[in-house]
């Protein structure tokens, strides 16, 4: 069965400083893998998405995810976290056959302080 | 292009009555899924509509059950509701079933109380 793990409920960070949040995943065949990103009372936004082309993936709004199949692990990174950054991160693994629901972690909310 | 958009956007309920969530997928989308976000969680999936036949279910009890349309739009429909039901009710559309993308509406809160 597939899972995803995201370590640590809450990051916080200020402005200009990096931002790592972690996700491992758990699948036994070769996984889609996402990163959404929601805001307060909204739906989910799509930030990146792995589908087995380059292994790093670059999004929106200045982030990007390594895929690391050593590892299973699909960290999310910004290289300066900007006040609008702050929001609810949701990581998410798909199978690749079949209606691809989605799977998603428990969610990692960043904060950003000035 | 019209996203995903759902109605309503809040809803509050009594224990025991039944609910119907609606969502429109985005234009030319013929796949449909729901999930169920409670407070403070992660979306959990509930099942998926495809050329209006349910294709796929997570683990949650018949009283959860939907409908698709053949302009692709979709209902939710949640009988004898429980105060655990209290969620935010996300529906994601696709252009095709196994597409890998989903898009996502903005939600309907639900209370039941």
């Known amino acids: 069965a597939q899972s995803v793990t995201q370590l640590g409920s809450h990051v916080s960070v200020s402005e200009g400083a990096l931002v790592l949040l972690r996700c491992n995943y758990s ?8 990163w959404y990103v929601q805001y307060p009372n909204q739906g989910l936004q799509l ?12 999004g929106i709004n200045g982030f990007e995810a390594e895929f690391k199949k050593s590892e299973t692990s699909f960290h ?7 006040m ?20 998603f972690g428990a969610g990692t909310r960043l904060a950003v302080h000035p | 292009e019209t996203g995903v958009t759902q109605s309503p956007t809040h809803l509050i309920k009594t224990r025991g009555q039944q609910v119907t969530l609606r969502c429109s997928s985005q234009s030319g989308h013929n796949t449909v899924s729901w999930y169920q976000q409670a407070l403070g ?6 099942f998926q509509y495809y050329r209006e036949e349910e294709n796929g279910r997570g683990n949650f009890p018949p009283r959860f059950s939907g409908l698709q349309f ?17 969620a935010l009710y996300l529906c994601a559309s696709s252009p095709r079933q196994g597409y890998t993308e989903a898009f996502f509406g903005q939600g309907t809160r639900l209370t039941v109380v």
């Open chain 1, 27 to 34: 699948s036994s065949v070769p996984p889609y893998l996402f």
């Open chain 1, 47 to 58: 930030l990146l998405k792995y589908t087995s082309a380059a292994t790093l993936v670059k």
């Open chain 1, 76 to 82: 999310l990174t910004k290289p300066s976290a900007h």
């Open chain 1, 84 to 103: 609008s950054d702050a929001a609810e991160y949701f990581c998410a693994v798909s199978d690749r056959g079949g209606y691809n629901k989605l799977i």
């Open chain 2, 41 to 46: 969680q992660g979306p959990q999936f509930i």
């Open chain 2, 70 to 86: 053949p302009n692709y739009s979709s209902e939710l429909n949640v009988n004898a509701l429980e105060l655990d039901d209290s």
